[in-house]
């Protein structure tokens, strides 16, 4: 039988989850948690099967509590369930060590189906994503820029291009409004560009947005 954690900032989001997987089978048990910090804390207190994780929640994100989860409990599965599309996190996420990606979009059925494979020791990527996998795989493919990017360089950058300040993005990352200047003068450089508005371009022009 699996016990899960969902790990959501949104209690309505973590209600319907709730909902989908009451009645599906070798459900046992359904915990949850509304931040990263209390992800980890009932991580570190109870033995849970499959840890269905946001990305973007408030202060700690999902990408770092997957992080330390794998440090943690290395062997946990950790199945991503989050709003952004493939194309801006899943590949940098299964390296991370998550067991799985979907989007919020995705049927029931398919979210059912994920939980009880990634409980069993597999992986769970839908066939577009194994495509890109593949695909990252061929030396021959050159690496994007925004690839060079490390984690948190990334989240800062798909922020900032989704129109954020610098105010905005220190006060929902809890960082220093310096700090995040200076993640933003090193995203520009690695990424080759000039401003916010290359920045901007950049992000639409490969789907980031």
Request: hydrophobic share 40%; with cysteine.
């Amino acid at each position: 039988m699996i016990k899960i954690l969902i790990a959501d900032d949104h209690a309505i989001v973590r209600k319907g989850l709730k909902q989908i997987l009451a009645d599906a089978p070798d459900i046992a048990s359904i915990d949850e948690a509304g931040s990263g910090q209390a992800a980890l804390r009932k991580v570190r207190e109870n033995n849970y099967n499959v840890v269905l994780l946001d990305i973007s929640m408030p202060g700690m994100s999902g990408v770092d509590v997957l992080k330390q989860l794998k440090t943690e409990r290395p062997k946990l599965p950790v199945l991503i369930l989050t709003m952004h599309p493939e194309e801006q996190y899943a590949v940098r996420i299964l390296k991370a060590g998550a067991s799985g990606y979907l989007t919020k979009e995705s049927a029931p059925d398919e979210l059912i189906s994920a939980i009880q494979k990634v409980s069993q020791g597999g992986k769970y990527i839908s066939p577009s994503l194994a495509e890109k996998l593949a695909c990252d795989l061929d030396s021959a493919v050159m690496q994007p820029l925004h690839e060079r990017l490390s984690d948190r360089e990334y989240q800062i950058m798909t922020m900032l291009a989704s129109g954020k300040s610098t105010k905005e993005i220190a006060h929902e990352l809890s960082l220093g409004m310096p700090t995040v200047s200076t993640y933003r003068f090193r995203i520009l450089l690695k990424m080759k560009l000039k401003n916010n508005a290359e920045l901007i371009s950049y992000a639409i022009k490969n789907n980031l947005l």
